[in-house]
């Protein structure tokens, strides 16, 4: 039988908020279920078959108390008939939002490797080969029954993975995405945006809105991209790092090709920043509003009330060329694991709304440099950073958009003067995002194609 995959986040029932307590103390890992009672049996052959020799293994249970407990160990099960010392070893237990971490006491054994079934100190798993996990009291580890699993002994789950830790420094065999790296195939990008032109006539310029935690970087975005199309490092809007939003206003920033140049065919619209609790940062209805034309530019957001157009304004639809034709979420590569499901909601909650209006969707994934010191090093292994790599699925995965949708950027920050590289991943992300507005356009019907 094939094993399962699973990409950091285990097929388990934990929330968002149970699995980030969990990477607190894993590290970014890969796990790969080995061992699955309700398939393979409650018996100590079946996990000794499946789960020996695999390195560090996390073991999970569950009972019909509504607990998920279970432990950790670094050490291969070998059925050495040894006990086990190490330091790395701890119990967990979840019941609903409490969490508890339980370390192994210095100077006792973590388990004791042998042919039974598996087990941490006193506390045994699949007890008697029965779906029973039994406390036999002990001194390994510091615990009561009470708190770890709500005294139910009766299991209905058990499952055990293979802990792997993932390398930031880890290279592709060859690039997962082809860039040209050259002063020449940035002047190519420079001139196709500068030559669009939206698909129909009643637009001159693409309106793409961006949206995305605080702090994520959609103000850095805007001054990065100005910065290219200005000629050196600029600092238009308003950015840095916060806990609340820094934009508290809609922004429709325009740009110029130069300072005294000509328009670009393009507007990037800059917004109050999502959070996860409710009546604070960017409200959906807001949102709702912004994409239907409706919000004028510098409209001062309120937290707790969302935007109500005036009556002369709501009587008369949005034209075309009010309206939002591509929306970006910007997501910091460094958070995306800590990214709480309440937040997850809020992004799941806006793109359902966007697919019903049949408005394209695209993800910049910032501070890519941050996040991986292999790309700090030289931003070129953007694409061949296994790391990156599967920061990007991760995000394809929690946000359900398209693998090909979800770009990896850096903004300028700390630079004084622009960087080719930098250019031309930021470029690219411009790029495709005025062919997500084309698709957008393609699907207008002609009456709406209308001045």
């Known amino acids: 039988m094939q094993q399962a995959k699973v990409r950091k986040v285990?097929?388990?029932?934990?929330?968002?908020?149970?699995?980030?307590q969990l990477y607190g103390l894993l590290g970014y890992v890969e796990l790969t279920l080995l061992y699955k009672a309700s398939i393979h049996g409650y018996n100590a052959a079946a996990f000794h078959q499946r789960c020996d020799r695999q390195g560090p293994t996390l073991l999970m249970?569950?009972?019909?108390?509504?607990?998920?407990?279970?432990?950790?160990?670094s050490k291969d099960y070998t059925q050495s008939g040894q006990g086990i010392t190490e330091?790395?070893?701890?119990?967990?237990?979840?019941?609903?939002?409490?969490?508890?971490?339980i370390k192994v006491n210095s100077g006792q054994y973590a388990r004791y490797d042998d042919s039974g079934v598996p087990n941490f100190g006193q506390l045994y798993f699949c007890y008697n080969n029965q779906?029973?996990?039994?406390?036999?009291?002990?001194?390994a580890f510091s615990f009561n029954s009470d708190t770890l699993y709500g005294n139910?002994?009766?299991?209905?789950?058990?499952?055990?993975?293979k802990v792997e830790e993932i390398s930031q420094g880890s290279v592709e065999e060859t690039p997962w995405r082809n860039v040209l790296w050259t002063a020449e195939r940035r002047e190519d990008l420079v001139k196709i945006i500068k030559d669009h032109k939206p698909l129909v006539s009643s637009v001159n310029r693409v309106r793409i809105l961006m949206i995305g935690p605080v702090g994520a970087g959609k103000s850095s975005f805007f001054n990065s991209i100005n910065s290219i199309f200005t000629g050196h490092v600029t600092n238009k809007a308003i950015a840095g790092s916060s806990s609340t939003s820094l934009t508290t206003q809609f922004r429709i920033y325009p740009l110029k090709d130069g300072r005294e140049g000509k328009p670009l065919p393009f507007v990037l619209c800059d917004t109050m920043g999502l959070e996860e609790q409710t009546g604070a940062g960017l409200d959906i209805e807001d949102i709702n509003s912004i994409i239907q034309g409706l919000i004028p530019d510098r409209y001062k957001f309120n937290p707790v009330a969302p935007f109500e157009p005036n009556e002369q304004k709501s009587s008369r639809p949005s034209s075309l060329q009010e309206k939002i034709h591509c929306v970006v979420f910007v997501i910091d590569a460094t958070k995306i694991s800590l990214m709480s499901s309440k937040l997850e909601d809020k992004f799941f909650a806006i793109r359902r709304k966007l697919n019903s209006l049949g408005v394209p969707q695209i993800v910049l994934m910032t501070k890519v440099d941050e996040a991986c010191s292999l790309v700090e090093e030289d931003?070129?292994?953007?694409?061949?950073?296994?790391?990156?790599?599967?920061?990007?699925?991760?995000?394809?995965?929690?946000?359900?958009?398209?693998?090909?949708?979800?770009?990896?950027v850096k903004n300028y920050s700390q630079e004084l003067e622009l960087n080719l590289n930098c250019d031309l991943l930021l470029l690219t992300a411009v790029q495709q995002m005025l062919r997500l507005?084309?698709?957008?356009?393609?699907?207008i019907s002609p009456t709406e194609d209308k001045p």
Request: aromatic residues 14%; negative net charge; proline residues 3%.
């Open 379 to 408: 931003l070129r292994n953007v694409y061949v950073s296994s790391y990156i790599k599967s920061k990007v699925q991760e995000v394809s995965s929690r946000l359900g958009v398209p693998v090909s949708c979800v770009l990896p």
């Open 87 to 101: 330091e790395e070893a701890f119990l967990f237990s979840f019941k609903g939002k409490t969490f508890v971490s």
């Open 152 to 161: 139910n002994t009766r299991l209905n789950e058990l499952e055990v993975y």
């Open 10 to 20: 285990c097929s388990s029932n934990l929330s968002e908020d149970q699995k980030q």
């Open 437 to 443: 507005a084309d698709d957008y356009f393609d699907d």
């Open 61 to 73: 249970a569950y009972n019909n108390s509504g607990y998920i407990f279970g432990g950790y160990t």
């Open 131 to 139: 779906p029973t996990v039994y406390n036999q009291g002990g001194d």
